[in-house]
């Protein structure tokens, strides 16, 4: 019972928070100065009229107005209930996510180890949110501003010293965990930034203009040092291969040259945080067994690879930006 209350209020709470990421999302693409505050009530996009509060409640005020403001009768975007909808999915992911719902559930007397889940999933849940309101400004400008990742970085990196939220590098017994939980972190830092500063490098010579933007850099930074160095090559990787899907998607629909990589990485950060541990299985442990006993495997590769390779070259060609 109290484990579905948790559940139930952590997906409340993340429709709640992707309301809030709404109004982040439009302010930062202001270029007036003077709209880009993210405090103050909301108005109206269209006629600038004060939004009510029973107008305004997530997903549901949107279904109830059948899509249109109250106010002028302008149409509402399906953005808002999507990114409404997205989070509150991602925070009910967080909840069912080990250890929280049983350590909140089975420990009346571990006041410190409810403590301890409460700040993981605050911390986690506030990546989450950079990451979602990240997608949507790189998605709509191509810039991934820095007044989000760089609070990210220092989040990873502050957030290291918890336990186990980036894994631990070293566990050797005369060193604190904390030490060796930064010490992960700041090497996620530095392998999430590095291989994507690498890797824009190469891609820049070879194609001779930006293959991808200096915000990618700071993005897989932000990543590196949330989740460690490992999950930051995972994330890597499964953001080319998302970034290749998702450019064939876009070549075949016509808007192949719309869209950025930046949601891409996310999105591989994303998988990554709830489905490292079976991924890294498939990857290393259930693939090469079966592949082992199936010689043919390898061409399966090969011929997945040829298809997928000048996808991503597409994509990473076409996205170019300025941030
Ligand atoms: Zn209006």
């Known amino acids: 019972m109290a484990m579905a209350l948790f559940e139930v209020g952590a997906t409340l709470l993340g429709a709640c928070i ?25 108005h109206c996009p269209h006629c600038g009229a004060l939004i009510r509060w029973f ?4 997903i549901v005020s949107w279904l109830l107005l059948r899509a249109k403001a109250r106010c002028c009768h302008k149409p509402i975007s399906s953005r808002y209930p999507l990114v409404e909808a997205l989070t509150a999915g991602l925070f009910l992911l967080l909840a069912l996510q080990q250890p929280y719902g049983n350590v909140l559930v089975q420990t009346p007397d571990g006041f410190a180890i409810a403590t301890n889940a409460a700040v993981a999933f605050g911390l986690q849940a506030v990546f989450l949110s950079v990451l979602v309101a990240l997608s949507f400004i ?3 400008t191509r810039l991934l501003p820095d007044v989000l990742t760089i609070p990210g970085i220092w989040l990873g990196l502050v957030a290291g010293v918890w336990p186990g939220l980036a894994g631990e590098l070293f566990a050797e017994p005369n060193t604190p965990r904390w030490a060796s939980a930064l010490v992960a972190s700041v090497a996620g830092f530095l392998v999430g930034g590095g291989v994507t500063w690498a890797i824009r490098s190469v891609g820049t010579a070879i194609f ?3 293959a991808m933007g200096f915000g990618d850099v700071k993005l897989m930074a932000m990543i590196g040092a949330v989740l460690g160095w490992q999950s930051a090559l995972l994330t890597m990787f499964l953001g080319c291969l998302f970034g290749a899907v998702g450019g064939g998607l876009g070549v075949v629909l016509g808007r192949g040259n719309v869209i950025p990589f930046g949601p891409f990485l996310a999105l591989g950060a994303v998988v990554c945080l709830f489905w490292r541990d079976a991924i890294v299985y498939v990857l290393f442990t259930a693939w ?10 390898r061409w399966l590769v090969l011929g997945t690879s040829l298809v997928l390779l000048p996808l ?4 990473v060609r076409r996205a170019r930006r300025a941030g």
């Not at 090469?288 to 495997?297: D, G, I, K, T, V």
């Not at 991503?312 to 994509?315: G, M």
């Open 18 to 42: 992707g309301s809030f990421l709404n109004v982040v999302i439009w302010r930062l693409q202001q270029e007036d100065p003077a709209k880009r505050s993210v405090g103050g009530r909301s």
């Open 55 to 58: 107008d305004n409640v997530p």
């Open 138 to 140: 790189d998605f709509d």
């Open 208 to 210: 001779r203009k930006e």
């Open 288 to 297: 090469p067994e079966w592949q082992s006993q199936n010689p043919a495997a």
């Open 312 to 315: 991503l070259f597409a994509v």
